[in-house]
């Protein structure tokens, strides 16, 4: 149904019936423009409340539903903050979790086993269990650009160079979760994925980010491949699959990037299957993908994302490796301006 949504809304089916549904989704989109607009605006003007925590919050956000990288990004802050020796605590809302944890925390457990990821709906409550429990002394807010009940001392939008925009419309009939303007509520602008478009695309990007917030800073960063990582933890270098017959999977929100990255990384990629975003995998899932495995050409190995091999935890498929692609936040243009940000929030 996902990929339906999706192929509609970019427009890729053609035909009286699919352009019939557009209309009815576009229509659709006016009350929910409404909504966040006069929501925004009791934000704006204080008759809704923000509650503030004691110690200083970033949150990390976007534009759009889908994927344009947060998780990396999450990472980059909480990183930065645990080497400036500060204890760090991740709030966020915990979309797609099963069993209590979603694909993103069980990434951040693994990646950041020293900082504490709490997961709910109240993420007002969330952040005084963070305060009063673990005696935290920085939140970074996952995911938290609409969530305005929390006042942030620093907002972090995220928009991914290669479908910034939501295909154009408000949700839905396009990802847009609320009119680029919002963009003026922002400290910092984070374009991620610089690397997968042309500079005339990245130039054209910056241009209207600056359009739509003439006074918020904009930093470019990439997501740079780090290593190939299995589920029994051991790690291998980029270059492992150059050249190698490889057969990918992911359930991604931009699936497209994952598959230019392994591109990029001169993997032979022979075959390629998209399950929907934040997929939890089940025992059905998993064995057609075993399935799958089996019938790839002779030596093929089998890659996906960080994000899934949590979530499926074997090494092998269909009785060839499994390697997923353990992914970086890089700071390409910018860095410093967002550092500077970043410690502004702490110093005492």
């Not at 990004?73 to 645990?82: G, I, K, P, Q, S």
């Not at 970074?140 to 907002?155: E, I, N, S, T, Y």
């Not at 050409?297 to 092998?316: C, E, N, Y």
């Amino acid at each position: 149904m996902e990929e339906y949504f999706l192929s509609l809304i970019r427009g890729d089916r053609r035909g009286a019936w699919p352009a019939l549904e557009r209309l009815g989704l576009r229509v659709l989109s006016v009350p929910y423009g409404w909504i966040t607009r006069c929501r925004n605006v009791l934000f704006d003007r204080g008759w809704k409340k923000t509650h503030a925590a004691s110690i200083p919050v970033v949150s990390v956000g976007n534009l759009t539903l889908g994927g344009t990288g947060k998780t990396p990004c999450v990472e980059y802050v909480a990183r930065f903050y645990r080497n400036l020796e500060r204890r760090v605590a991740l709030v966020s809302r915990g979309y797609g979790a099963r069993n209590g944890r979603n694909d993103e925390a069980l990434v951040l457990e693994e990646n950041l086993p020293d900082v504490p990821h709490l997961q709910g709906s109240d993420r007002l409550a969330l952040a005084r269990v963070a305060v009063e429990e673990l005696e935290s002394e920085v939140l970074v807010l996952d995911d938290g650009f609409q969530h305005r009940r929390l006042k942030r001392d620093l907002d972090l939008v995220l928009i991914d160079a290669t479908a910034p925009w939501g295909f154009g419309y408000l949700f839905p009939r396009g990802l847009l979760r609320e009119h680029p303007r919002g963009l003026r509520r922002a400290d910092l602008v984070m374009l991620t994925r610089c690397d997968l478009v042309p500079p005339r695309v990245l130039d054209e990007l910056r241009s209207r980010v600056r359009r739509l917030a003439p006074s918020v800073s904009v930093v470019e960063t990439t997501h740079r491949p780090a290593a190939w990582i299995n589920a029994r933890q051991s790690t291998a270098p980029l270059d492992t699959l150059v050249k190698k017959d490889v057969a990918a999977f992911c359930g991604l929100g931009n699936p497209d990037a994952f598959r230019r990255t392994l591109t990029n990384l001169g993997t032979n990629l022979v075959d390629w299957r998209v399950f929907p975003d934040h997929h939890a995998y089940t025992r059905t899932d998993v064995e057609s993908l075993e399935s799958w495995a089996r019938q790839l050409p002779p030596g093929a190995i089998v890659a996906t994302t960080q994000k899934d091999l949590v979530k499926i935890r074997l090494d092998r498929l269909g009785g060839r490796e499994l390697w997923a692609l353990q992914i970086q936040l890089a700071v390409v243009q910018g860095k410093d301006v967002l550092e500077e940000k970043l410690q502004q929030i702490v110093r005492n």
